[in-house]
């Protein structure tokens, strides 16, 4: 089955800079990348994604880039700000529809000092 | 967009009594639904699946007898924790998904069992 590194485990900024969180799967099959936010006590929040037939997507101050060849999915949260600190997880899935469960990776904390 | 409720969103117990959690989308029908559960500070585990109508596929060590799961509608999934013990408390979270294929998270509740 799927299998996805996540790194790294904790990660503390300052407000203002930029912040990267990696991840890397193991089954070539997987075409689609989940990135969620968890706050705490509540439940994920999905804040961006991105399909094997792209290379790189954008959000405002976060973007997501896939290297399909390395397997490894990285998020770029740019302009940290303190309301930034939670939860990251990836995932990764094959996207075939009603076969598709999710793998997660184990999560980054993130911390933005004010 | 999309919105998912759970209740009650925090639940105390004593040990040996069942607690039963209530998934619902409020604004789009589930015909899959996910229940996964998260120890502190960890990623999330998946613990069973479930199709409208159909029985849940329970994962790997996971007690179907011990975590039923109802998927009677496309609206409304239920997670009882029958006969709960100390080592059941942790944070439930469904994750219902559409026909399009696109997975929302709940809030989640949080079950301590003393």
């Known amino acids: 089955g799927e299998n996805v590194e996540q790194h790294p485990s904790t990660l503390s900024v300052q407000e203002g800079d930029s912040a990267v969180i990696k991840c890397t799967y193991s089954d070539s099959a997987s075409n689609y990348f989940p990135w969620y936010k968890q706050e705490l006590g509540k439940g994920p929040q999905l804040i961006i994604d991105i399909r094997s037939n792209v290379g790189e997507k954008k959000d405002q101050r976060i973007a997501v880039t896939l290297n399909k060849t390395a397997k490894h999915f990285s998020l770029h949260i740019t302009e940290t700000q303190p309301e930034d600190s939670a939860v990251y997880f990836c995932?990764?899935?094959?996207?075939?529809?009603?076969?598709?469960?999710?793998?997660f990776g184990r999560g980054t904390s993130l911390i933005v000092h004010p | 967009g999309a919105v998912v409720s759970q209740h009650p969103s925090w639940v105390i117990c004593k040990s040996g009594t069942s607690v039963k959690i209530e998934c619902r989308s409020l604004?789009?029908?589930?015909?899959?639904m996910f229940w996964y559960r998260q120890f502190p500070k960890q990623s999330l585990m998946l613990m069973a699946t479930s199709n409208e109508g159909s029985k849940a596929t329970y994962e790997q060590g996971v007690e179907k007898d011990k975590f039923l799961i109802n998927h009677a509608s496309l609206t409304l999934s239920t997670l009882t924790v029958t006969s709960a013990h100390p080592e059941d408390s942790s944070f439930y979270i469904c994750?219902?998904?559409?026909?399009?294929?696109?997975?929302?998270f709940g809030p989640g509740t949080r079950l301590t069992v003393t």
């Open positions: 995932a990764a899935s094959e996207g075939s529809g009603g076969s598709y469960i999710p793998t």
């Open positions: 994750s219902p998904r559409d026909r399009y294929y696109e997975q929302y």
């Open positions: 604004d789009f029908q589930a015909t899959t």
